[in-house]
């Protein structure tokens, strides 16, 4: 046959397809047998999603290229076997069409399923195989799932990779074209309209679709399939959800780098692939991979812990988190939520008779995300409330690539949710004081209040009412809270006045809800030993608060005790801030009964400098601490300019004078300043 050059891959499948059924028809004619479905399905279909992998004669001639290594990546292991059991029979074809001989310069060899029993020693024999092939100076197609299935020697290779061509409508109405089950025009347009959605479906299904005599039938099936696949994606999408401007950003980065991929305008490696979500509990982290999952319209898979825990023992937990691997990698393009991370923990503590369990399962989970993360088409989106239980290698870049906090709404998002809610039973109705009560509270407690405010509304059979919101905040908000209201607010004045006062970095942001109430700002990446007894002031500086304005001090101090114990222990003992001496010991604040006496004289007498520092920079700044102690119990959040207005006024003091110092008024904010990337803290 003389080659020829091909306008298109649609030309090059379609001409491939017709020598394989011409070449049978003869075969089967020359031993007397009928013509009639002269090739299965399975070696056209393959054969078609080879040719559209290679696209044209030249690719294909590259496939003999001398020492070259050709790696077709498909993550499926059902077609990275299939494809290998048909490829004597789709060379042979592809040796007519291009008039070469592929047959005797190239050699395919196929990387095992996962989910083998005996997977070790399957992926040995692939590697030996392929060396074998190596060592001949054989050209060699690879199937893989990815390029850490490769040998040593095969990943040193000249290489060219390509991904392994999806099943699509034009494929099978190409397929359909040179057999017994030639579409109409109209099927056929309908195939290939539906390219995308097709090219998701599960290869077996297809197969099994074409195997219907009848080509309506066959379409019916595929296309049933289709719908029934894209009603995973009917759920809430990201435009229904109120999502801060800095997460919007960055899922709607994530958005624009799937499309690019899915249009070739962009390589997987350069896809935002995997998030950590953390953040309180009932903040929406889940509603925001499954609602990231129907925009960028991915199959979802759900991969928690507990779901793969509630399987069994330890290895029917391995197995259940395999399996939802499998499912992603064999569904994509995909999201997989991992839900509670916090459950891997540390393997660095001491987890008791666990110790072993949780050895085992961090490994296998550090295994699996390396996995989901060089699979392309594979999204890994993960949650959990407490970021700072997690194993440290989970966390680190190139397994969660970014952390993202999600926290409860901003007063307007809280309002937003309301609205939403509430529909055209909001209008009407000032929610003004029910978005205070309820600012820092959860999206989940939000949307709540609004529920139950309808369904009382519903019994009664009236419209909802202004006092319907207010009965279910009264329900929801503590008796407690209200009654300590002004109490809270005074602390967290001091922390976050305390912070400007002792040159440390400004807040923020602070916030006054039933929920949490709190005051946040970074803290210097590199910490001096003043700076050490600075922050312990901050820390201290509710509670001094507190007792200039009441005369006593409340137990709401108690987490403010532990993080400034935290951190002295941590100066003295780990840190090297307050003596010469340089060994680190890793006394824990959990066990304080077991420190020697000089570990508490030295503790005490940081804890009394700090106490004393802090008394100063509450006492020099009374007034700025109850005006804002003032805004922050009728605004309820405090941020950026307001923030900034509030705390304009703060007298800076020196940190290691017994006398008040005044440096300056308003100049504090700059001399606070600190690298970007310094972590966050809350007091």
């Given at each position: 046959?003389?080659?020829?050059?091909?306008?298109?891959?649609?030309?090059?499948?379609?001409?491939?397809?017709?020598?394989?059924?011409?070449?049978?028809?003869?075969?089967?004619?020359?031993?007397?047998?009928?013509p009639s479905n002269p090739s299965s399905n399975v070696d056209l279909i393959y054969a078609a999603r080879f040719a559209a992998t290679l696209r044209d004669v030249e690719r294909t001639l590259a496939l003999s290229s001398v020492m070259t290594l050709t790696m077709i990546k498909a993550s499926s292991a059902f077609d990275r076997e299939i494809l290998a059991e048909h490829s004597e029979l789709i060379l042979a074809s592809l040796s007519d069409v291009c008039d070469a001989d592929l047959m005797s310069n190239?050699?395919?060899?196929?990387?095992?399923?996962?989910?083998?029993?005996?997977?070790?020693?399957?992926?040995?024999?692939?590697?030996?195989?392929?060396?074998?092939?190596?060592?001949?100076?054989?050209?060699?197609?690879?199937?893989?799932?990815?390029?850490?299935?490769?040998?040593?020697?095969?990943?040193?290779?000249?290489?060219?990779?390509?991904?392994?061509?999806?099943?699509?409508?034009?494929?099978?109405?190409e397929v359909m074209r040179v057999t017994t089950q030639a579409p109409s025009r109209r099927l056929s347009d309908l195939l290939s309209s539906r390219d995308k959605q097709i090219a998701a479906l599960p290869s077996s299904l297809v197969l099994g679709a074409l195997r219907q005599k009848a080509p309506g039938a066959a379409v019916h099936t595929i296309m049933t399939a289709v719908e029934?696949?894209?009603?995973?994606?009917?759920?809430q999408s990201l435009e229904g959800l109120h999502l801060p401007p800095e997460l919007r950003c960055h899922l709607g980065g994530i958005l624009t780098d799937i499309a690019?991929?899915?249009?070739?305008?962009?390589?997987?490696?350069?896809?935002?692939?995997?998030?950590?979500?953390?953040?309180?509990?009932?903040?929406?982290?889940?509603?925001?991979?499954?609602?990231?999952?129907?925009?960028?319209?991915?199959?979802?898979?759900?991969?928690?812990?507990?779901?793969?825990?509630?399987?069994?023992?330890?290895?029917?937990?391995?197995?259940?988190?395999?399996?939802?691997?499998s499912e992603a990698i064999a569904h994509a393009p995909s999201l997989i939520f991992m839900d509670e991370l916090d459950s891997y923990m540390s393997r660095t503590e001491n987890h008791g008779h666990n110790n072993s369990y949780m050895q085992l399962v961090v490994n296998a989970l550090l295994q699996v995300l390396s996995r989901l993360n060089n699979t392309p088409g594979v999204l890994v989106v993960a949650a959990t409330n407490h970021a700072n239980m997690i194993d440290a290698a989970i966390l680190r870049?190139?397994?969660?690539?970014?952390?993202v906090y999600v926290g409860p709404p901003s007063p307007a998002g809280v309002a937003e949710i309301l609205r939403k809610r509430l529909g055209s039973h909001a209008r009407g109705i000032d929610i003004g004081k029910i978005v205070v009560s309820l600012t820092g509270m959860s999206g989940a407690d939000v949307s709540t209040v609004a529920t139950k405010a309808l369904g009382a509304a519903r019994r009664s059979r009236r419209p909802v009412q202004l006092s319907d919101l207010k009965n279910e905040v009264d329900r929801l908000v503590p008796a407690s809270f209200a009654n300590s209201i002004w109490r809270i607010a005074v602390h967290e004045a001091g922390h976050a006045v305390a912070r400007v006062s002792l040159g440390m970095p400004k807040p923020t942001r602070a916030l006054l809800s039933p929920n949490s109430s709190f005051v946040e700002g970074e803290i210097p990446s590199l910490l001096r030993s003043d700076d050490?007894?600075?922050?312990?002031?901050?820390?201290?500086?509710?509670r001094a608060a507190e007792k200039r304005v009441f005369?006593?001090?409340?137990?709401?101090?108690?987490?403010?005790?532990?993080?400034?114990?935290?951190?002295?222990?941590?100066?003295?003992?780990?840190?090297?801030?307050?003596?010469?001496?340089?060994?680190?010991?890793?006394?824990s604040i959990d066990r304080s009964e077991a420190?020697?006496?000089?570990?508490?004289?030295?503790?005490?007498?940081?804890?009394?400098?700090?106490?004393?520092?802090?008394?100063?920079?509450?006492?020099?700044?009374?007034?700025?601490?109850?005006?804002?102690?003032?805004?922050?119990?009728?605004?309820?959040?405090?941020?950026?300019d307001r923030l900034s207005e509030l705390l304009s006024t703060v007298t800076v003091i020196a940190r290691h004078s017994d006398a008040p110092l005044a440096i300056s008024k308003g100049a504090s904010a700059k001399q606070a300043e600190c690298p970007r990337d310094t972590p966050q803290h809350r007091s």
């Amino acid at each position: 046959m003389t080659r020829c050059n091909f306008s298109c891959p649609t030309m090059y499948i379609r001409t491939l397809l017709k020598h394989m059924v011409n070449e049978t028809t003869k075969e089967r004619e020359s031993q007397g047998k009928h013509p009639s479905n002269p090739s299965s399905n399975v070696d056209l279909i393959y054969a078609a999603r080879f040719a559209a992998t290679l696209r044209d004669v030249e690719r294909t001639l590259a496939l003999s290229s001398v020492m070259t290594l050709t790696m077709i990546k498909a993550s499926s292991a059902f077609d990275r076997e299939i494809l290998a059991e048909h490829s004597e029979l789709i060379l042979a074809s592809l040796s007519d069409v291009c008039d070469a001989d592929l047959m005797s310069n190239v050699a395919v060899v196929y990387a095992p399923g996962p989910r083998q029993s005996d997977g070790s020693r399957s992926l040995s024999s692939f590697h030996r195989d392929l060396d074998t092939l190596i060592s001949k100076g054989i050209s060699v197609v690879a199937l893989v799932e990815g390029v850490d299935d490769l040998s040593d020697a095969a990943s040193l290779m000249s290489q060219v990779e390509m991904d392994f061509s999806p099943v699509t409508g034009t494929i099978i109405s190409e397929v359909m074209r040179v057999t017994t089950q030639a579409p109409s025009r109209r099927l056929s347009d309908l195939l290939s309209s539906r390219d995308k959605q097709i090219a998701a479906l599960p290869s077996s299904l297809v197969l099994g679709a074409l195997r219907q005599k009848a080509p309506g039938a066959a379409v019916h099936t595929i296309m049933t399939a289709v719908e029934k696949h894209t009603r995973e994606f009917d759920g809430q999408s990201l435009e229904g959800l109120h999502l801060p401007p800095e997460l919007r950003c960055h899922l709607g980065g994530i958005l624009t780098d799937i499309a690019d991929y899915q249009d070739g305008k962009t390589g997987w490696s350069d896809v935002s692939v995997s998030t950590l979500l953390h953040g309180p509990p009932g903040c929406g982290k889940t509603s925001i991979a499954q609602a990231l999952a129907v925009s960028a319209r991915l199959h979802f898979v759900s991969a928690s812990f507990s779901d793969c825990q509630s399987a069994g023992n330890l290895s029917d937990f391995l197995k259940a988190l395999e399996d939802r691997v499998s499912e992603a990698i064999a569904h994509a393009p995909s999201l997989i939520f991992m839900d509670e991370l916090d459950s891997y923990m540390s393997r660095t503590e001491n987890h008791g008779h666990n110790n072993s369990y949780m050895q085992l399962v961090v490994n296998a989970l550090l295994q699996v995300l390396s996995r989901l993360n060089n699979t392309p088409g594979v999204l890994v989106v993960a949650a959990t409330n407490h970021a700072n239980m997690i194993d440290a290698a989970i966390l680190r870049a190139g397994r969660f690539d970014h952390h993202v906090y999600v926290g409860p709404p901003s007063p307007a998002g809280v309002a937003e949710i309301l609205r939403k809610r509430l529909g055209s039973h909001a209008r009407g109705i000032d929610i003004g004081k029910i978005v205070v009560s309820l600012t820092g509270m959860s999206g989940a407690d939000v949307s709540t209040v609004a529920t139950k405010a309808l369904g009382a509304a519903r019994r009664s059979r009236r419209p909802v009412q202004l006092s319907d919101l207010k009965n279910e905040v009264d329900r929801l908000v503590p008796a407690s809270f209200a009654n300590s209201i002004w109490r809270i607010a005074v602390h967290e004045a001091g922390h976050a006045v305390a912070r400007v006062s002792l040159g440390m970095p400004k807040p923020t942001r602070a916030l006054l809800s039933p929920n949490s109430s709190f005051v946040e700002g970074e803290i210097p990446s590199l910490l001096r030993s003043d700076d050490v007894t600075a922050m312990i002031a901050v820390f201290l500086a509710g509670r001094a608060a507190e007792k200039r304005v009441f005369g006593d001090v409340s137990s709401g101090a108690e987490s403010d005790l532990r993080q400034a114990t935290e951190l002295a222990l941590f100066a003295e003992c780990r840190a090297g801030l307050t003596s010469d001496h340089s060994l680190h010991l890793s006394y824990s604040i959990d066990r304080s009964e077991a420190w020697p006496a000089h570990i508490h004289k030295s503790l005490s007498t940081m804890m009394e400098k700090a106490s004393k520092l802090a008394n100063r920079a509450v006492e020099q700044n009374l007034v700025t601490v109850l005006a804002f102690a003032k805004a922050l119990q009728i605004e309820r959040e405090l941020t950026g300019d307001r923030l900034s207005e509030l705390l304009s006024t703060v007298t800076v003091i020196a940190r290691h004078s017994d006398a008040p110092l005044a440096i300056s008024k308003g100049a504090s904010a700059k001399q606070a300043e600190c690298p970007r990337d310094t972590p966050q803290h809350r007091s």
